[in-house]
């Protein structure tokens, strides 16, 4: 069992996958955790609840830039 930060700074450690984007989907908010989500390597963080519409965009940049 690993959190998502966990995963994240995984995926950030590993040759392979260190350039797959990564967004977190989560419901914690805090200034504290948001911080700590791009700390471990996230390239988006995004709180529940989220409009799906403002997932796709995200998406959709987070791709463009690694195009």
Known sequence: KLTGIEVCRA???DERTK???VILLTAK???SDVQRGFAAGADD???KPFSPTELLARVNA???RAA
């Open 29 to 31: 908010a805090q200034v």
């Open 62 to 64: 987070i791709l463009a």
């Open 19 to 21: 350039n797959v984007p």
């Open 45 to 47: 963080y995004i709180v």
């Open 11 to 13: 995926l950030r450690e």
